[in-house]
């Protein structure tokens, strides 16, 4: 029976850069925090319908923030980031694509490609370690595709953390620097493979995500940890 995707609980509690501590170790609670009152004060609400979403990996990559695949290399399944400015509908999308995954018509520079894509242009916050990291290394992935392996998913909930919402009560402006909101997601992993193998496993995270006024959001990172 194929290995599928890791759990991402537990995975990443070492990151190691400077930008990562800066946006979501340190920041995570401020930054993400002071958007939920600006976010309650411009109308964007928690709307955002349930989505087919999938996997996540803990295998990490050698694909750094600065390199790897672009969209010149093709998504194969992998979706397209959507046009929204509500950051919960976004982080439900986001999701639903980073726990996705077919590797029955999608190559791993491919799968790599198309989650670049919702990557912000903000090299300032941008955080491409985190996401490329989901992404299991080439053996993996070539081992997956000897099995026909693939996975959706289901998204059921997505809401800001507590210690952000307190954090934007206690100075809405912080967020007017970055426009950072973070957003923690929850929904279930269906995972299939050759002759009818199939599992099945609940999945929970919690993005940056990046969504300024008069723009369409993009994706900042993947925290650490999930933050209730």
Sequence with gaps: MPKP??????YGLGWSTRQRITVLATGLAVLLALAVVVALLTGRTTAGDSQAAAPSSGHSSSTSASAGPTASAGAGSVAKPPQLADPVAFAKAAAATLWSYDTRTTSR????AGMRAWLTAETKYADWSSIATQVPDPVLWSRMADQDQYATATVTEAHYPSAFKQALADDPSAITEAYIYAVTVTGKQQIAWKKGGAGAEDRSITLAVQCRPNANCSLVSIAPRVVP
């Excluded at 995707?5 to 537990?10: D, E, N, T």
């Excluded at 520079?109 to 790599?112: G, K």
């Design 109 to 112: 520079d491919q799968q790599l």
């Design 5 to 10: 995707f890791p759990s991402l609980s537990g």
